[in-house]
């Protein structure tokens, strides 16, 4: 699924553009290090999103168990439900909390990878237990309603609606490509192209350079 897909992406009349800054077998590392890169732009009403995408229905049981809260939701193909009323769709499909999850193996069939999720929550509340439970699968954790500061030295003016950072685990891009074995901190700010150049990338190499870390690699966008 591409990852403007996302739930945490929304609809918006304007783009952003993410940058690499940091990378690590550890996800305790990267989650800590991810934080502070947020912590630098958190405000009142920042939220954090979590996704994983789980490859078999041993890691859905365990999912469930470990991150009760979230919501699970299994593969399917448009034309399956072409013409089928919603209310009559798999509950499966349609998406499940993890207590409503099927009871035997074969409803998993032609389901899988099932997606997980959980969105909107308070900065602190989901992380650890996530940063925990995702083990080999793919995912991520999304801190947004940040609010970067202004840099004036480096001629920027703060940003608010794209200022974001993302925790890619096992996967090194946006479109939760992968597996790989380690994980991948993002920044974020507003997409801004002139003449074929993103005028913004300085301001993510000045974001990442106070709390002592660089861009490690190329724009990911959506």
């Not at 989650?31 to 078999?56: D, W």
């Not at 699970?72 to 909390?97: D, H, K, M, N, T």
């Not at 409803?107 to 602190?124: H, N, Y």
């Not at 992380?127 to 920027?156: K, R």
Request: proline share 8%.
């Amino acid at each position: 699924m591409a990852c403007d897909d996302k739930p945490w992406h929304g609809h918006r009349m304007s783009n952003d553009v993410a940058y690499p800054v940091f990378r690590s077998p550890d996800p305790a590392l990267a989650l800590s290090t991810a934080r502070r890169l947020m912590e630098f732009g958190r405000c009142e009403h920042s939220e954090v999103s979590a996704y994983a995408e789980l490859s078999s229905v041993a890691e859905v049981r365990r999912m469930a168990k470990a991150m009760p809260k979230g919501w699970f939701r299994g593969a399917s193909e448009l034309e399956e439900f072409q013409g089928v009323p919603f209310e009559e769709q798999p509950a499966l499909v349609v998406g499940v909390p993890a207590g409503g999850l099927p009871a035997e193996a074969a409803a998993f069939e032609g389901r899988l990878p099932v997606e997980w999720e959980i969105w909107d929550l308070p900065v602190d509340s989901v992380e650890d237990d996530f940063t925990a439970a995702i083990g080999p699968n793919v995912g991520l954790i999304n801190w947004e309603s940040l609010q970067w500061p202004d840099a004036p030295e480096a001629g920027f003016h703060g940003e608010s609606k794209h200022a974001e950072v993302s925790l890619l685990f096992n996967t090194h891009t946006r479109e939760l490509d992968g597996p790989t074995g380690d994980h991948t901190v993002l920044v974020h700010v507003r997409s801004a192209v002139f003449d074929g150049r993103q005028r913004n990338e300085p301001y993510a190499h000045w974001l990442a350079a106070q709390v002592g870390l660089t861009v490690i690699g190329p724009a990911q966008r959506c």
